[in-house]
């Protein structure tokens, strides 16, 4: 368990921009589509937009840094469902063995909420979705996996002009900038790598890798943190105590890769 006597640093201009907490879950095979549609009925005050996407693949964390074999349904597949709020910022997603909640910053001036009113959120919109379940008779949620990412977006105008400025960002990543390379600068990175979270209790996978933000084309780099795992049992005191031990993980991690000075001007960063 991450040690809760660390303090964790605060920022006046965080870069993040997405925070997403999910639950995976045996595969909810008497779930269908109509039921999604009734669902939908308890989120509508506030999740007003509906949307149907692809689902995700369910990667459990398996030994040795591989992933635990998919689970093969004997029924039709369903879409992942999106219920999000008229602005966008919050998101419920929904599968037959998934429940996600995200927010988003889909504007330059909103503010990324406390984590802990992010847990809460996500904690009110999984219980909704229990409660549906056990009204219902679909059955109760048999939990396999937690997991929690954070998404930064570090602009171009923030110290950095080039890949090869990395290490200007990443102190442990670097570029030799020497003129007799036969190609030259790279054009482009993605650098990907897991970390085992304490007392056994999953993987944290870090990934950095440059792109071009969506909205402007302005060039970013893109740093993802995703804790995946599970606690010490099923319960929800368990589950909640397992993500504040992954935000934990998460931050420290930011805070260890990325270098201070730059945190401190770019970002604000306060202790």
Known sequence: MANSSIKLPEYDRPPVTEVVCGVMFTALKNLLAPHLG?????YKPEYSECQEVAPLATQIEGSGGSLAGVEILDVPPLPRIWFTEPNGNRLVQIQRERFHHNWRKINPEDEHPRHKRVLQVFNER??????????SGLGELQLKQYEMTYVNHILAESGWNSVADIS???PDFSWRDRSDRPLGAPEGIHWKSFFA????MGRLHVTIRNASRITDNQPIL???????????????????SWFEMAHGQIVQTFDDLVDVEFQKTYWGRKS
């Open 38 to 42: 009734l669902l939908w009925e308890r």
């Open 126 to 135: 999984l219980e909704t979705f229990r409660s549906f379940l056990s009204e």
């Open 168 to 170: 200007k960002v990443f």
């Open 197 to 200: 979270l304490p007392e056994g």
């Open 222 to 240: 893109l740093f993802e943190l995703t804790a995946r795992g599970f606690g010490k049992e099923a319960t929800l005191d368990d589950m909640r």
